[in-house]
């Protein structure tokens, strides 16, 4: 009698959520669950590449080698945090030297996997190329500029910059838990110009720090309008393809023929993931090319004045990059919601990757403010580089 009405109570279970799921009309629902619950998840993976339309960027003519020396190893207490922390792969790049590579769980240097928001400073460097074409006059000019739906009403007042900033006003839902968050719609939806157009301003611009992945898609829509081509087309055209990239590198789309999901998603190899890093390092120049102006980068490292959450003052995000500024040398990095980081420390010429499947919360109070925002395993992995690196001394 008890399974009977076990069964009872399960089969009207699904028949609600199909029910809201209709109604409600998130429909992107149906694919989340079944590339997540259904397959013992949950939330996405690093490897998802295959379940999404995606296009691709090919890699470079020339290849950019990088010299490798001796591979120096992990402390057994590193190698015990990288495998609880369920790493997949964790490279150190002093100057153009690859001084440690590891691979785990099946991974090794030809597989791709998600950059997931370590995407975002992409596109953040693609406006500065824009920028430097004179495609985009400035990133003070309103988004209005070059998205029609945002002429009208008060959201005349958001630029490129407050998006850059983080601190665009709009009403985005960030949550990578929640199934009914933009953050979901985004990744499992289909109509990610719809999704991300329709934000209204709650916030004045411009004064509070509110990461929002809807902010970076705003911004390849912009690249789009400003240069006439695809983020995929213009990151090849402009970043991928002359930085020595020895794979092609893979990024996600709303749906066939659609728009970059520019807040995630471009799959790379860990070894062209530090090619991507020395590019940050350098300032946005390789190999004697500036890339992207210096004057955008210099931009884009420093923290624009704004409150956050712990009334603290913006000590954490630049220009679409994160900042930690309260060590012996600031250290600028791209991250990843599993723990994708794209690790740049300019003054000891040092590059670090990681990827996998696990990420430590932020830090929420510390006596050092200069850490808080930050999450607490990335100190582990730079403090793991610096003593690969002093052994390679």
């Known amino acids: 009698m008890f399974i009977k009405w076990a069964f009872?109570?399960?089969?009207?279970?699904?028949?609600?959520?199909n029910l809201f799921i209709i109604l409600s009309g998130r429909y992107y629902l149906y694919k989340g669950v079944a590339h997540t619950y259904l397959k013992g998840r949950t939330g996405p993976s690093i490897y998802d590449r295959d379940i999404f339309p995606y296009r691709t960027l090919q890699r470079s003519d020339n290849s950019f080698q990088?010299?490798?020396?001796?591979?120096?190893?992990?402390?057994?207490?590193?190698?015990?945090?990288?495998?609880?922390?369920e790493s997949s792969s964790f490279l150190v790049f002093k100057g153009d030297r690859?001084?440690?590579?590891?691979?785990?769980?099946?991974?090794?240097?030809?597989?791709?996997?998600?950059?997931?928001s370590a995407a975002k400073t992409v596109v953040a460097l693609l406006i500065g190329v824009a920028l430097q074409e004179g495609k985009i006059k400035s990133i003070d000019e309103p988004v209005s500029n070059y998205l029609e739906r945002f002429k009208r009403g008060d959201r005349k007042k958001v630029s490129i910059r407050h998006l850059l900033m983080m601190a665009s006003g709009l009403n985005?839902?960030?949550?990578?838990?929640?199934p009914l968050s933009e953050n979901a719609e985004s990744y499992y939806?289909?109509?990610?110009?719809?999704?991300?157009?329709?934000q209204k301003l709650i916030n004045e611009p411009g004064k509070h720090f509110n990461y929002q992945s809807g902010n970076s898609q705003l911004l390849g829509f912009i690249v789009e309008e400003a240069t006439g081509m695809n983020v995929s087309e213009y990151a090849q055209k402009n970043i991928w393809g002359k930085i020595g990239t020895e794979h092609d590198a893979f990024w996600s789309l709303d749906r066939e023929d659609g728009h970059e999901k520019s807040f995630c998603c471009l799959y790379s190899t860990s070894r062209d993931f530090g090619r991507l890093g020395r590019l940050i390092k350098?300032?946005?120049?390789?190999?004697?090319?500036?890339?992207?102006?210096?004057?955008?980068?210099?931009?884009?490292?420093?923290n624009p004045t704004l409150s956050?959450?712990?009334?603290?003052?913006?000590?954490?995000?630049?220009?679409?990059?994160?900042?930690?500024?309260?060590?012996?040398?600031?250290v600028y990095y791209c991250r990843g919601i599993l723990g994708q980081y794209i690790i740049a420390i300019p003054e000891k010429d040092l590059v670090i990757v990681r990827t996998g499947m696990k990420r430590k919360d932020n830090i929420e109070k510390n006596t050092?403010?200069?850490?808080?925002g930050h999450p607490a395993d990335l100190f582990t992995y730079i403090e793991s580089a610096e003593k690969i690196l002093a052994k390679s001394n």
């Open 189 to 198: 939806g289909s109509n990610l110009y719809s999704l991300s157009t329709r």
């Open 8 to 17: 009872y109570i399960f089969v009207l279970i699904i028949l609600l959520v």
């Open 98 to 116: 690859l001084i440690h590579e590891s691979y785990w769980n099946g991974h090794d240097q030809e597989t791709v996997s998600n950059s997931f």
């Open 282 to 302: 350098n300032r946005g120049n390789w190999n004697g090319e500036q890339l992207i102006s210096k004057d955008f980068m210099d931009d884009m490292f420093t």
């Open 308 to 330: 956050t959450d712990e009334h603290i003052p913006n000590y954490r995000y630049g220009l679409h990059i994160w900042t930690y500024l309260g060590g012996d040398s600031p």
């Open 66 to 85: 990088w010299m490798e020396a001796l591979n120096i190893p992990l402390g057994a207490e590193e190698k015990a945090f990288m495998q609880q922390m």
């Open 172 to 178: 985005w839902q960030e949550s990578g838990a929640n």
């Open 368 to 372: 050092n403010m200069h850490k808080i």
